[in-house]
């Protein structure tokens, strides 16, 4: 038997994304033991995944207070402390990222246990600026670079896992919450999520009003919720909810795990290229995303989803961008983003007759 260390927690989106590739892996081969250091929010998702598969939580930075950055350093030394300790536990490590971090763990394990198999996923090429010139038409994907990684330590073949249960149990819901938000489990959840850490992959906001409105005023049937995380995203989710009364904005109000249950109830996520996209596919609901300076085919779009839900305008000026950061050069800015609400609606639509 086997034991593998997978290392895979920051950018959440990316960290998120391992998780059904590493579960499909434990599954087939469950004689085997796998530990993912993931992201300390998905270990409430580790129900969900196989008995032989364990996730162990990376220490986080608090948002708020004076000696925040200390503590955090302490707190991530004495983990790789302790992690350092209990390395002697496994055969072989996986790094599917490669930072500061990784490379003081990497380091040790080669000091003290030359025999263990080390593989460090190899990235490079999906950064490079030349896969913009081609549109990204080139098959590479953050998913197939995992799955390359797997592969060295004799992991091949390794498909994505998709009929695992997103059934996450009534315990982490409680009455209380649904209450305090005043939400209608008897209606049709939508879920609208339309932030982006980068402002770049935003669609405009006032007409993602038009589409939220659109929902709000069939409140009969529907309730609308509104995904999302940061101080302005909750700023404006409350000044929705003023405007819309049937709109709930989670934004601040509930706990990662309450809201994952929320999600997964919705009968379809609105998304930009972000974390929720990324969250609502894991859940096994149907998205409809909004695409502008990024596209699906860049490599983080899921590849065992299909395309049919995307909403891009597909001009020859996208993709410009692989994850948003660079400056728009179209003389009409964002030409990419002007996208009719109304194509939208009629998008969500489908899911929901």
């Known amino acids: 038997m086997k034991k593998t260390l997978v290392v895979r927690h920051t950018r959440i989106g990316d960290a998120l994304l391992a998780l059904p590739l590493v579960g499909a892996l434990a599954e ?28 162990i939580a990376m220490p986080v930075k608090q948002t708020v207070g004076v000696f925040r950055n200390i503590i955090f350093c302490v707190k991530r030394s004495l983990f790789l402390f302790c992690l350092k300790k209990n390395m002697a536990g496994f055969d072989q490590v996986v790094f599917f990222q490669y930072d500061s971090f990784e490379k003081k763990l990497h380091y ?23 896969r913009l010139k081609n ?6 994907s953050m998913i197939g670079i995992y799955q390359e990684a797997l592969a060295q330590i004799n992991y091949k073949d390794v498909g994505i896992r998709t009929d695992y249960s997103t059934d996450l149990g009534p315990s982490l819901l409680s009455s209380d919450t649904v209450d305090r938000l005043g939400l209608d489990l008897s209606k049709k959840f939508v879920a609208f999520s339309p932030f982006s850490r980068e402002s770049s992959k935003i669609y405009p ?25 940061g101080t302005y995203e909750k700023e404006c989710g409350d000044r929705w909810m003023v405007k819309h009364p049937h709109v709930v904005s989670l934004i601040g109000k509930v706990k990662f795990s309450e809201e994952i249950v929320l999600v997964s109830k919705c009968k379809v996520v609105l998304a930009m290229d972000s974390f929720n996209m990324h969250m609502a596919f894991f859940l096994k ?10 596209a699906p085919q860049n490599g983080y779009y899921p590849p065992y989803y299909g395309r049919e839900n995307v909403i891009m305008r597909n001009l020859d000026c996208q993709p410009c961008s692989m994850y948003g950061e660079n400056e728009c050069t179209h003389e009409s800015k964002f ?6 609400p109304e194509a939208i609606i009629r998008k969500i639509e489908q899911f929901l007759s």
């Not at 040790?108 to 030349?130: C, G, L, M, N, S």
């Not at 549109?135 to 590479?140: G, L, P, Q, S, V």
């Not at 038009?210 to 919720?225: C, G, P, S, T, Y």
Request: with cysteine; glycine share 4%.
């Open 108 to 130: 040790y394990i080669r000091q003290k246990f030359p025999h263990t198999q080390v593989v460090v996923a190899d990235d490079k090429h999906f950064w490079h600026t030349e």
């Open 28 to 55: 087939k081969y469950p004689m085997d033991h796998f530990t993912v250091l993931t992201n300390n929010r998905f270990v409430v998702l580790s129900d969900l995944m196989p008995s032989n598969l364990q996730m």
């Open 205 to 229: 906001l006032d007409r993602m009003e038009v589409v939220i409105d659109h929902f709000a005023k069939l409140q009969d049937e529907f309730q609308v919720l509104i995904l999302g995380g």
């Open 335 to 340: 030409e990419c983003m002007r996208i009719p």
């Open 285 to 294: 609901v149907p998205v409809v995303s909004v695409w502008g300076p990024t």
């Open 135 to 140: 549109k990204c038409c080139d098959n590479i």
